[in-house]
């Protein structure tokens, strides 16, 4: 049994989600709170609806959201993510072929057990109900139950026979009126706790505990834990980690049962070696023993270190536990042709753990057993592995707020290299939006605080499109020149943008969806006499003789003004350099005969126009013009406010701190700015007017306003 098509409507956190084609192992990634583990609760829902390990399994769904539904029907809007529209919740399931033989050779006992459980419920816990029903039953019952399955069996076995998949859907009226799709074959494999047989959906929550465990009593049947993982399947999982010493205590007196009666031990049934087994994998260096009897009968299970020493298996850390007790449960219960519900699978895990863990879960439990693994992940290492793998169907979702309605859900494919280079820009592929615009900016020497600072004081471009940090101008221009040629090459639709600062280190050319901010650097933004001194309240900076705006205002010119030497030593090297890189020209014949030569004579003349142009700059005077002209523009600027956007707002802010900082260092406090900013959801009107456009997708060229 597996899913191939799931779509939610108006469930909790999702507004819309449709999943369809999946694989072998099924991922999703995205954002805290864009409704990922909601995914999980709407086909624990479908399931329990359809059918129940244990009886009224679907109470135990509402239970767990505390929904009184049988005092009031409207307690289940609870649920709903807009209470006017209706809720739905579809699969699209395909039942294997060792399934569909197994239903038609036993799917008419199958049927009859089913209807004897409806019948009378009182008999619901009997895993065979033929053998001893309670009398008065049989007597009134019988007749009605054998002809009901002989009725119903042959349109059963009909459309398993005829219909490769099936479909379930949940509807709830806007008034808590619960409805379902009729269909035999979903009402009776979910009803079925047979995982030798029949595909069983295993859900394993992101609240994970893995206690102490104290050996007591040994219970040596092996029915008591099928019951209890049958009671765990879906819901009060928190303890389906539990009494793991007591598992491996009952099956090492088991097997030494078996050994002294010169029976063999079954492969499968012995879990010490499954856990060497993973130790190996997973943890080198580390080794487990196996329970170890004493000498005044207790059981011991130590790990041995590669020093040496031991310790208990009580000991491992809490990441360790996570490999450990989530691979051996499922080992344990061995579903077969399964739907595996896990969230966050990298709980408690660093990176080193996690790599390979997908592909080993895939290899040991989901392609060895044809179970079909899902995965709600926040992990980068995680899904990097994952996207690309045959038959790995990996999703990112998104806030229902920003998509007006369309599939908060799209695959996270890298058949094309263009997507391949743009998953590898975004580094976070947790974060990655499939077919998003991507945005490249700038970054100085903290390469990555203008897409921080962009995305922290605009969250909503954050969640729009995909941001990058492209280094200095001229890689930012680099690599959008390189990605769009790209795009129009491989005809993909228009998606990449690019925001530098305004400064003129490098003149760019005009270009389709290339802007500049309106000030020097992104940090001319942060320079709020209002914000700034807040943060020297919020620091305690005594020291300061800033008490008020109008102070910190005159404190900010007079480090506008420190500045100006700088600028203008900065702005005339760049026309120098710009003049005298023209004098440089090393073209030659690829046809000459000495090609030797005539790269002497272009160095030649390369010479004699850098002399030219040296001479012209001493004769012309041109440096002492350019630098007298820069000076009166900065001197118009600092008589009004154009300053804060036209000199460099990071060096006045540097300046600043260090005076006025009382220690804190500059990045600290520009943070902090950008945090009190963040705190009163204020907006720079230059940063707004041009994330407004990218959002709006208006294409405009750099000379635009």
Not at 354 to 361: D, Q, R, S, T
Not at 634 to 641: H, I, P, Q, W, Y
Request: glycine share 6%; hydrophobic share 35%; proline share 4%.
């Amino acid at each position: 049994m597996r899913f191939q098509t799931v779509e939610i409507e108006n469930y909790r956190a999702i507004s819309s989600v449709k999943l369809e084609n999946l694989g072998d192992m099924v991922i999703i990634a995205g954002p805290n709170g864009c409704g990922k583990s909601c995914v999980f609760d709407a086909i624990r829902l479908l399931k329990s609806v359809y059918g129940g390990y244990q009886p009224n399994e679907w109470h135990q769904f509402f239970g767990e959201f505390q929904i009184q539904i049988g005092q009031k029907p409207e307690e289940l809007l609870t649920i709903f993510q807009d209470k006017t529209k209706p809720l739905k919740i579809s699969a699209e399931i395909i039942i294997s072929n060792e399934e569909k033989q197994y239903l038609l050779n036993e799917g008419m006992n199958l049927l009859r057990d089913q209807i004897w459980k409806e019948i009378a419920p009182e008999l619901a816990g009997w895993k065979y109900i033929g053998i001893s029903p309670l009398a008065t039953q049989h007597r009134i019952h019988a007749a009605d139950v054998e002809s009901r399955t002989i009725l119903e069996w042959g349109p059963l076995r009909e459309e398993l026979r005829n219909n490769k998949t099936h479909w379930g859907t949940v509807n709830i009226s806007t008034t808590g009126q619960a409805s379902a799709t009729p269909s035999p074959i979903l009402e009776l494999i979910f009803s079925i706790y047979d995982p030798q047989n029949i595909g069983i959906v295993d859900y394993h929550g992101a609240t994970r505990n893995y206690a102490r465990e104290q050996v007591g009593g040994i219970n040596l049947n092996i029915e008591p834990a099928q019951d209890k993982m049958r009671q765990h399947a879906l819901y009060n999982y928190a303890n389906k980690y539990a009494n793991l010493k007591t598992q491996m205590a009952s099956g090492y007196v088991r097997n030494l049962l078996v050994s002294q009666t010169g029976g063999q031990v079954s492969a499968n049934d012995n879990l010490t070696e499954t856990l060497k087994e993973l130790f190996q994998t997973f943890f080198p260096g580390k080794e487990f023993l196996g329970p170890q009897p004493t000498n005044d009968g207790r059981l011991l299970f130590p790990v041995r270190t590669r020093n040496g020493s031991t310790h208990d298996i009580d000991e491992l850390s809490s990441g360790e536990k996570e490999v450990l007790y989530g691979y051996l449960r499922l080992r344990n219960t061995a579903p077969k042709n399964s739907v595996v519900l896990i969230d966050e699978p990298e709980l408690h895990l660093n990176p080193r753990l996690i790599h390979g863990l997908a592909g080993f879960y895939h290899r040991n439990l989901g392609k060895l057993l044809g179970n079909q693994i899902w995965l709600v992940t926040h992990s980068d290492t995680l899904i990097r592995e994952a996207v690309g793998h045959e038959n790995f169907s990996v999703f990112h979702m998104q806030p229902p707020d920003l998509l007006d309605g369309k599939s908060q859900v799209s695959e996270v494919k890298v058949a094309e290299d263009i997507e391949r280079i743009v998953i590898e820009l975004v580094g976070d592929l947790a974060a990655y939006r499939p077919e998003a615009k991507i945005v490249i900016f700038e970054g100085g020497g903290d390469s990555q605080f203008d897409v921080w600072m962009v995305n922290t004081l605009f969250p909503r471009f954050s969640t729009a499109v995909n941001s990058i940090s492209g280094g200095n101008k001229v890689r930012v221009q680099n690599l959008y020149e390189l990605l769009e040629q790209t795009r129009i090459e491989a005809q993909v639709p228009a998606r990449f943008f690019a925001i530098t600062d305004r400064d003129s280190e490098i003149k760019t050319n005009d270009q389709k969806n290339t802007y500049n901010w309106d000030v020097y650097h992104i940090e001319n933004y942060l320079l709020e006499p209002d914000y700034i001194l807040r943060v020297i309240n919020d620091v305690r900076a005594t020291k300061t003789n800033l008490r008020n705006l109008k102070d910190v205002e005159i404190a900010l010119h007079a480090c506008a003004e420190e500045t100006v030497n700088g600028l203008i030593e900065r702005q005339i090297r760049y026309f120098i350099n710009g003049r005298l890189l023209k004098a440089l020209d090393l073209g030659i014949d690829p046809n000459s005969k000495n090609i030797s030569e005539a790269f002497q004579d272009a160095i030649e003349r390369s010479k004699q126009k850098f002399i030219e142009i040296s001479t012209d700059f001493i004769k012309s005077k041109s440096v002492e013009v350019f630098e007298q002209k820069i000076r009166d523009e900065v001197k118009e600027s600092l008589a009004s406010d154009k300053w804060k956007a036209e000199l460099r707002g990071r060096d006045i802010l540097k300046r600043f701190v260090s005076q006025h900082g009382n220690g804190m260092r500059y990045e600290q406090m520009r943070d902090l700015i950008v945090a009190r900013m963040k705190d009163d959801q204020f907006e720079p009107t230059g940063m707004k007017k041009i994330l407004e456009k990218i959002i709006d997708n208006v294409s405009v060229h750099k000379s635009d306003p």
